[in-house]
T-cell receptor, first 115, second 117 residues
Framework: AQSVAQPEDQVNVAEGNPLTVKCTYS??????LFWYVQYPNRGLQFLLK??????LVKGSYGFEAEFNKSQTSFHLKKPSALVSDSALYFC?????????????FGRGTSLIVHP | DGGITQSPKYLFRKEGQNVTLSCEQN?????MYWYRQDPGQGLRLIYY???????QKGDIAEGYSVSREKKESFPLTVTSAQKNPTAFYLC????????????????FGEGSRLTVL
């Protein structure tokens, strides 16, 4: 079985400060991991994914995420937050060893960047 | 540009009426999905289809129906049996499950917001 947790419903950060949105996962095999962003009344947009290789993954809009196998985490980071980064962020996982090709999504974390 | 088109963007329905949400993709994807999104509950899978003329129930299929007569199209009908249909509905697609290249990455439409009056 695969599962993903986003322990924070909301993250607040000041513009210009670094931001971190947390994600932990559970799979029986090795994971495929994803981050998506959703703006109000819009669909989910793909930010980045971890497939294999380098643990630090770089994505769109200056975001990056670090895969940590020992801590089963895939936290989303950005060195300097922008007000326009304010949105809902979803982490998702798919177990390579699982029979389903459908990813499991976290409940989402609302990021609020204050001017 | 390739993508997924959902329509209508906003829809109002009276209780007891069926409504159909459209989802069309030109990404040449075999697999398509419908999700329901409620505040604070993340995404819940309603139905999915791996290939034309085949579809499977997801976690919350009761009160919904789908069809997959064409590769490009996967319409969702919200029936009067759905007790709480007011929600944001998202359609998504992915490459074939049997391609050997599927990682689970989904491509989403812009969503349809259904409000029952």
């Amino acid at each position: 079985a695969q599962s993903v947790a986003q322990p924070e419903d909301q993250v607040n950060v000041a513009e210009g400060n670094p931001l971190t949105v947390k994600c932990t996962y559970s799979v029986s095999g090795n994971p495929y991991l994803f981050w998506y962003v959703q703006y109000p009344n819009r669909g989910l947009q793909f930010l980045l994914k971890y497939i294999t290789g380098d643990n630090l993954v770089k994505g769109s809009y200056g975001f990056e995420a670090e895969f940590n196998k020992s801590q089963t985490s895939f936290h989303l980071k950005k060195p300097s937050a922008l007000v326009s980064d304010s949105a809902l962020y979803f982490c998702a996982v798919r177990d390579r060893a699982g029979g389903s090709y459908i990813p499991t999504f976290g409940r989402g974390t609302s990021l609020i960047v204050h001017p | 540009d390739g993508g997924i088109t959902q329509s209508p963007k906003y829809l109002f329905r009276k209780e007891g009426q069926n409504v159909t949400l459209s989802c069309e993709q030109n990404l040449n994807h075999d697999a398509m999905y419908w999700y329901r999104q409620d505040p604070g509950q993340g995404l819940r899978l309603i139905y999915y289809s791996q290939i034309v003329n085949d579809f499977q129930k997801g976690d919350i299929a009761e009160g919904y129906s789908v069809s997959r007569e064409k590769k490009e199209s996967f319409p969702l009908t919200v029936t009067s049996a759905q007790k709480n249909p007011t929600a944001f509905y998202l359609c998504a697609s992915s490459i074939s499950w049997t391609s050997g290249r599927n990682t689970g990455e989904l491509f989403f439409g812009e969503g349809s917001r259904l409000t029952v009056l």
